[in-house]
């Protein structure tokens, strides 16, 4: 079946500039993870959603960041006015929770900004 | 911070087992061991997980010591596929809870 899909894979941003990521989960995953990998570094808690609710923002590094579910789907992770720090990888992870409590990751998408 | 200690990297030939060490010594009783791995350009792939036994799956075994301060993944016959980066991680089983990852022990197959 499908897996987790993050759009776009690839995106440049000047400094200042702000983006949107997108994050389609597996159907019917009730909870979902937002991670920041910068390079050569393991990834780092972002944010967790259950469904809609936002129940962990504790990882969001500044409040540039918002990341919001509101059907309890698909998920937007924004960075407003970007600095060349928040240059990583960003990853998406869902987990079926309650019957089980894997996550599973999407392929991410690469920020960098200039 | 991460709970775990790993080497950097490890080279291991191509059809050998390719055993990767993982201290974790101040593991709490009700947490498992957790092996993930990330492959180029990949997101984080779930290996195996265990608490206090053995464990052994389609991709690899979970050797676990009995007091549980360290553990080792054996990829049994390692294939060029398997050059990664690989993640041990101790966590609460059965909890949908962030996962904490280290840096991870970059692993390459040789031909």
């Known amino acids: 079946g499908a897996g987790v899909s993050q759009s776009p894979r690839y995106k440049v941003a000047k400094r200042g500039q702000d983006v949107a990521l997108r994050c389609d989960p597996i159907?019917?995953?009730?909870?979902l993870f937002w991670y920041q990998q910068a390079l050569g570094q393991g990834p780092e808690f972002l944010t967790y959603?259950?469904?809609?609710?936002?129940?962990?923002k504790s990882g969001l590094p500044s409040d540039r960041f918002f990341a919001e579910r509101p059907e309890g789907s698909v998920s937007t992770l924004k960075i407003q006015r970007t600095q060349q720090e928040d240059s990583a990888v960003y990853l998406c992870?869902?987990?079926?929770?309650?019957?089980?409590?894997?996550?599973?990751f999407g392929p991410g998408t690469r920020l960098t900004v200039t | 911070d991460a709970k775990t200690t790993q080497p950097t990297s490890m080279d291991c030939a191509e059809g050998r087992a390719a055993n990767l060490p993982c201290n974790h010594s101040?593991?709490?009783?009700?947490?498992?061991v957790y092996w993930y791995r990330q492959i180029h350009s990949q997101g984080p792939q779930y290996i195996i997980h265990?608490?206090?036994n053995n464990e052994t799956n389609e991709m690899a075994s979970l050797i676990i010591t009995e007091d549980r301060k360290s553990s080792t993944l054996i990829l049994p016959h390692a294939t060029l596929r398997d050059t990664a980066v690989y993640y041990c991680?101790?966590?609460?089983?059965?909890?949908?809870?962030?996962?904490?990852f280290g840096k991870g022990t970059r692993l390459h197959i040789l031909p």
């Open positions: 991680i101790v966590r609460v089983a059965n909890r949908d809870d962030k996962i904490i």
């Open positions: 959603f259950q469904n809609e609710a936002q129940l962990d």
């Open positions: 992870a869902s987990s079926l929770a309650g019957q089980s409590y894997e996550q599973y």
């Open positions: 159907s019917g995953h009730v909870s």
């Open positions: 265990g608490l206090k």
């Open positions: 101040t593991i709490s009783g009700n947490e498992y």
